[in-house]
């Protein structure tokens, strides 16, 4: 006689009693999901432009862009951070081509050179000022790529495996990835001493 089970369900190994299998948990409202990475989403968008101006505007573009596309997308708890993430590193990508246009148009039709980016200030937290302002000088001395990959890791906090998941590459790629971009960045700190 074969057993039929609802969807979902195995047959338990010791009991013999069909039990649900395991889901992951479905993506919380997206008033959870803001509360939850706002914080985190931010830090990324102000580890790539060095402004915190720009950096809450991207934010908040890019929380817009989330929750004009949050009802459509096939997500869950796991892999909405790395969803907001990839939507965030194409609003700074779309930053950086319309800073550089806009650069190039004040050279070309007025003569004018753009204004150096102005960095972060860094509220409540003076004696981290300068080293935090030395970083982020260090970090314009990067390409986009190991602004990024610093930028998910340590300013957004995620592990090696959303890292990898957000670029497009396997855990071990990003964890390589990783390490070369903070070299780079550590000599660019000790030149700039």
Same mark, same amino acid.
């Given at each position: 006689m074969v057993s039929r089970f609802a969807a979902g369900e195995t047959l338990s190994v010791t009991s013999g009693v069909p039990v649900p299998e395991e889901t992951t948990p479905p993506c919380p409202p997206f008033d959870e999901v803001y509360e939850s990475h706002a914080a985190r989403v931010f830090r990324y968008c102000l580890s790539q432009v060095s402004n915190r101006s720009d950096a809450e505007d991207l934010a908040a573009d890019v929380f817009t862009a989330a929750y004009r596309a949050y009802a459509a997308a096939d997500l869950t708890a796991a892999t909405v951070l790395p969803w907001l993430l990839r939507i965030a590193r194409n609003? *700074?990508?779309?930053? #950086?081509? $319309?800073? =550089? #246009? #806009?650069? @190039?148009?004040?050279? $070309? &039709? &007025? !003569? *004018?050179?753009?204004?150096?980016?102005?960095? *972060?200030?860094?509220? !409540?937290?003076? *004696?981290? $000022?300068?080293?935090? =302002? #030395? @970083?982020?000088?260090?970090? $314009?001395?990067l390409s986009d790529k190991d602004r990024t990959i610093i930028g998910l890791r340590i300013a957004a906090g995620l592990p090696y495996a959303e890292v990898g998941e957000v670029l497009g590459i396997s855990e071990h790629a990003a964890t390589m990835a990783t390490r070369r971009a903070l070299v780079k960045l550590r000599r660019h700190l000790e030149v700039s001493r």
């Open positions: 609003a *700074v990508i779309d930053h #950086r081509r $319309r800073h =550089t #246009r #806009r650069s @190039a148009l004040l050279s $070309r &039709f &007025f !003569g *004018v050179q753009s204004e150096a980016d102005p960095t *972060v200030n860094v509220e !409540g937290e003076v *004696v981290f $000022r300068d080293e935090v =302002t #030395r @970083a982020l000088a260090a970090m $314009r001395n």
